[in-house]
Nanobody, 135 residues
Framework: QLHLVESGGGLVQPGGSLRLSCLAS????????IGWFRQAPGKEREGVSC????????NYAHSVKGRFTISRDNAKNTVYLQMNSLKPEDTAVYYC????????????????????????????WGQGTQVTVSS
């Protein structure tokens, strides 16, 4: 059974940094694309970033490009989201999600806003970790 656990969230001041982790169990991340999503109160869940299986193609939402970096360590079965220069509007619950279907070979080559199925393209989800950016 696929299982994802996010960690690394917390309270940080504007301009600060956090690194989120997504630890997988029950399957090898090597064969899955991983997406990071976030959902702020009263807003829809939005895609933040995606990293493809194996060849590490990645892409980012326009709102985070240049500030966030997604990476994977297959030996640790973990995907990371390094978040720098955080802004109050980055405040949200952050989720990682995994899927091994071909659609995500495409998704990781385009910005998340252009994913055909949005969050529905990813079938396995973690429970989320809260990120709060506030002074």
């Amino acid at each position: 059974q696929l299982h994802l656990v996010e960690s690394g969230g917390g309270l940080v001041q504007p301009g600060g940094s956090l690194r989120l982790s997504c630890l997988a169990s029950g399957f090898s991340l090597d064969y899955y694309a991983i997406g990071w999503f976030r959902q702020a109160p009263g807003k829809e869940r939005e895609g933040v970033s995606c990293i493809s299986r194996r060849d590490d193609i990645s892409n980012y939402a326009h709102s985070v490009k240049g500030r966030f970096t997604i990476s994977r360590d297959n030996a640790k079965n973990t995907v990371y989201l390094q978040m720098n220069s955080l802004k109050p509007e980055d405040t949200a619950v952050y989720y990682c999600a995994a899927d091994n279907r071909p659609i995500n070979l495409f998704n990781c080559t385009v910005v998340p806003g252009d994913w055909p199925g949005g969050s529905a393209d990813f079938r396995s989800w973690g429970q989320g970790t809260q990120v709060t950016v506030s002074s």
